[in-house]
């Protein structure tokens, strides 16, 4: 059993940045791939990016790309998402998940096992 909380979202400007932080408790958190989603009201959970057991291995959305980046401390447990240059289009609450038995890194969501309950980032512009 892998419990999630996320933390550090709210409200930033366009351009600005912010970093969330997804600790998890469970002895499969350093085994496990982590990834980072996000949904808008009404439309499905997207995929943003993922970074494997080890920290090495990471993969991000293309739309992402160049402005988020996903590490982790196995140490500490926590898995973090920095975000720069944020834009309104990247509101959304943001979920961290952990894939426990995951061969690669995947975008879709039903192959992680277990999520946090969500933390929400407002961009304005």
């Known amino acids: 059993q892998v419990q999630l909380v996320e933390s550090g979202g709210g409200l930033v400007q366009a351009g600005g940045s912010l970093r969330l932080s997804c600790a998890a408790s469970g002895r499969t958190f350093s085994s496990s791939v982590m990834g980072w989603f996000r949904q808008t009201p009404g439309k499905e959970r997207e995929f943003v990016g993922a970074i494997g057991w080890s920290g090495t291995n990471t993969y991000y959305t293309h739309s992402v790309k160049g402005r988020f980046t996903i590490s982790r401390d196995n140490a500490k447990s926590t898995v973090y998402l920095q975000m720069n240059s944020l834009k309104p289009e990247d509101t959304a609450v943001y979920y961290c998940?952990?894939?426990?038995?995951?061969?690669?890194?995947?975008?879709?969501?039903?192959?992680?096992?277990?999520w946090g309950q969500g933390t929400q980032v407002t961009v304005s512009s």
């Open positions: 998940a952990a894939s426990t038995g995951a061969l690669g890194l995947p975008v879709d969501s039903y192959r992680y096992d277990y």
